[in-house]
């Protein structure tokens, strides 16, 4: 049995970036908070809140602020890679609390196009997930003046086809249904610009904002899992860009299975099979990849040195 992890797996560097500094501060301050959790993985959550970080909602930022000015010191919250929309800022400020400010910079760099074209009057359409903690953070910079839709048709029915449009994406979604959703609103709207992560173009210049980590990727996943006889996916179930890998395995390698923790593999997958595939989404921790390797050495005769 050849078992290997996905070269091409573990953290994105927006993700490594967060972590990162989370430790940096953790090692600096006697106390930092991180506004929801950090990682949509629970492993690496905590093995970071055994390091003493402290996960809060934006709820207890008037709680967590009387307790500093208590034991006198300045309260540090840590804005994860999803970043936060201004009214977070604006309410830590208010109370005094000292933001360290971890967001991706490609999440950064949509937030700025978002605001720049809903200054200019563009009626904005995200392709995301209305609730999902990036979209809300990228709703807060427009007002919450935009149209998020998952679908083609949500698009249809809720944008404004008689008004000039910018369509951006969620950084994690998938390209082909950005691609539908956009062909749709390109062929109805007149002046729809699709915007880039270089630039304004033209709709016949289309790209988007999906993030190239997540969308780079999907072509060498595709060709890792046809590769291998059974692929083990492994991502914290509320990953929403491990949904959209996992569902990429899936598709070429029926015997794809999606764990979080080891205690889900069960033996019976690997039988009569001569190689197994482990990879994640980019939240993923390499060290528990590694981990979920090991544990499979007990129903596999050996393991590759790959
Ligand atoms: S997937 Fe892309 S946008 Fe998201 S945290 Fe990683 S680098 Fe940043």
New binding site residues.
């Given amino acids: 049995m050849n078992i290997t992890i996905d070269s091409h797996s573990g953290?994105?560097?927006?993700?490594v970036r967060?972590v990162v500094i989370a430790e940096e501060s953790l090692k600096q301050f006697e106390k930092v908070y991180v506004l929801g959790h950090i990682i949509h993985n629970p492993k690496e959550i905590q093995r970071l809140e055994d390091k003493g970080l402290e996960t809060i909602s934006a709820e207890d930022f008037p709680r967590i602020a009387d307790e500093a000015r208590i034991l006198g010191i300045l309260p540090k919250v840590l804005i994860r890679?999803?970043g936060e929309p201004p009214e977070t800022y604006r309410k830590a400020l208010e109370l005094g609390i000292e933001i360290i400010d971890a967001t991706?910079?490609?999440?950064t760099k949509l937030q700025e196009r978002v605001r720049k074209f809903h200054d200019q009057g563009y009626q904005i359409v995200i392709f995301g997930k209305k609730d999902h903690a990036?979209v809300l953070g990228v709703r807060g910079v427009c007002n919450d003046q935009c149209i998020v839709v998952l679908t083609v048709e949500d698009a249809l029915s809720s944008v404004n086809l008689d008004s000039k449009t910018v369509l951006f994406s969620q950084?994690?979604m998938d390209r082909p249904t950005f691609v539908l959703i956009k062909e749709v609103l390109q062929a109805r709207i007149k002046d729809l610009i699709v915007d880039t992560m270089e630039g304004i173009a033209t709709e016949f210049h289309a790209k988007d904002t999906i993030?190239?980590?997540?969308s780079g990727r999907e072509d060498m996943l595709r060709k890792y899992a046809s590769d291998h006889d059974c692929i083990l996916f492994v991502a914290g179930k509320a990953s929403s860009?491990g949904k959209v890998l996992y569902d990429v395995c899936k598709e070429v390698n029926s015997r794809t299975y999606f764990i979080e923790d080891i205690s889900e593999i069960q033996s019976d997958w690997f039988n009569g099979l001569n190689s197994i595939g482990i990879t994640g989404a980019?939240s993923t921790p390499q060290w528990y990849m590694n981990h979920v390797k090991e544990h499979l050495s007990k129903f596999a005769g050996h393991i590759s040195s790959n």
């Fill in positions: 953290f994105c560097w927006g993700v967060t890679a999803h991706c910079p490609v999440v990036e950084t994690t993030c190239g980590q997540v860009n980019t």
